[in-house]
């Protein structure tokens, strides 16, 4: 795996359709808060918001210049929670460790972050077992509506 270089540039506009298509990917949706496919005025409005915002950093990720997932990081003071996801087709290779710890070097290099958390839902294994991996700990579990999901902090 170390010979793979993974690159991050920030989301441009034309990068909305991309976005889209792997925020309403069946996994990603099973995984997050709220897990209902996502519609595109929803997603445009949430878009535009991303864009404007500069307390949400998306960063794309890319191998061989070709985009192969994303990291989001929403930015609070000096606290950050990111969450990622990969493209369908590149899962399973180990790359989301690298994304984390890559990608954690690029946001403090350009803001100033002390704390990274993630919010992960407790049944999602392949993503507990990557923030693990990466250096994330488990700090607290908590019940929301009718599942659990857990808090990591970066150590
Ligand atoms: C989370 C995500 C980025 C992980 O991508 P990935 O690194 O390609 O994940 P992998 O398939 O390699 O799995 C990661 C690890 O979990 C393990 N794993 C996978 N499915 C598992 C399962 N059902 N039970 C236990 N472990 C599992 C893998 O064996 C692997 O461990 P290893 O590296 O020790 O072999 C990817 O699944 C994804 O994009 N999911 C949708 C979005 C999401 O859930 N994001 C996380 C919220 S922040």
């Given amino acids: 795996m170390s ?12 990068d909305i359709w991309l976005l889209y298509n792997w925020s309403n990917d069946p996994l990603s949706r099973q995984m997050s808060f709220s897990s209902e496919p996502i ?20 960063l794309i990720a890319e191998v061989n210049n070709e985009p192969i997932g994303f990291v989001r990081f929403n930015i609070s003071n000096d606290e950050a929670v990111i969450s990622i996801a990969i493209n ?12 984390i ?4 070097k690029y946001i403090k290099k350009i803001k100033y972050i002390e704390h990274i958390y993630a919010y992960i839902k407790e049944e999602n294994a392949p993503s ?28």
């Fill in 3 to 14: 010979e793979i270089e993974v690159n991050f540039r920030e989301v441009i506009y034309e």
């Fill in 39 to 58: 519609l595109k005025e929803e997603h445009e409005k949430w878009f535009a918001h991303v864009m404007e915002n500069p307390n949400i950093v998306l």
């Fill in 88 to 99: 369908r087709s590149q899962r399973g290779k180990g790359l989301a460790v690298l994304m």
């Fill in 101 to 104: 710890n890559e990608s954690i």
């Fill in 128 to 155: 507990i077992r990557t923030f693990l991996k990466a250096n994330f700990l488990l700090v607290e579990k908590e019940k929301k509506e009718d599942y659990f999901y857990l808090k990591f902090r970066y150590s």
